[in-house]
């Protein structure tokens, strides 16, 4: 099941359970300790379930991280490339800085260095921002407020880059003046070509 379907019903419970579930386990015990049993087990079904939805651990876990990301960091539509970003910027911080995104980030940078199965998950999650990214690109471009150029990839990095370095590296905490300012420079980048494919 991809995640842009959406089933309704006793479906859709089972799968905001699972999801749940599975962002609880990596919080608590990393990916490398999460096993389908102990998801099932949260989540109140079976493992079967699991299987017959998702196939892997893997797989479910690739969802649940782009579903939470889908949810928390949506495209938005503000009307101009500024305030777009900023908006970006700040739902960035907001997932990073919550229970669930902290279980991501440790999953996403800790455990990819050594677990194949992680580092496919960071390109999916990735992949799908970029394409997010890229819409707010071609609106902007559509608006005449920058080059059709500009890569997205490079937008959304110029954004985000700031506020990981604090995060992984730096150890600093990051909030909405830490999300502002990496906006107002991506702002900057991407009207002076620097970003530009």
């Given amino acids: 099941m991809s995640v842009s379907e959406r089933p309704g019903g006793r479906?859709?419970?089972v799968r905001e359970a699972v999801f749940a579930a599975t962002l609880s386990g990596l919080?608590?015990?990393?990916y490398a300790s999460l096993t389908v049993e102990d998801v099932a087990e949260r989540a109140g079904v079976h493992k079967t379930t699991i299987y017959r939805r998702w196939g892997t651990l893997?797989?479910?876990v690739a969802e649940a991280v782009v579903d939470l990301s889908e949810t928390t960091v949506p495209v938005p539509d503000t009307g101009a490339l500024e305030s777009d970003l900023h908006e970006m910027a700040r739902s960035i911080v907001a997932l990073v800085t919550s229970e669930s995104g902290r279980?991501?980030?440790a999953a996403l940078f800790s455990d990819a260095v050594r677990t194949p199965e992680v580092a496919a998950i960071k390109r999916e999650f990735y992949a799908g921002r970029y394409a997010?990214?890229?819409?707010?690109?071609?609106?902007?471009?559509?608006?005449?407020e920058i080059q059709q150029n500009v890569s997205a990839a490079d937008l959304l990095a110029a954004i985000a880059a700031p506020i990981y370095y604090r995060l992984l590296?730096?150890?600093l905490p990051?909030?909405?003046a830490v999300a502002d300012r990496a906006a107002a420079a991506a702002l900057v980048a991407a009207r002076a070509g620097v970003l530009n494919a």
């Fill in 58 to 60: 893997a797989q479910l």
């Fill in 174 to 176: 990051v909030d909405r």
């Fill in 11 to 13: 479906s859709a419970r």
């Fill in 132 to 144: 997010l990214a890229d819409v707010v690109v071609q609106r902007a471009v559509g608006r005449g």
């Fill in 169 to 171: 590296v730096a150890d």
């Fill in 27 to 30: 919080s608590e015990r990393g």
């Fill in 103 to 105: 279980a991501i980030v």
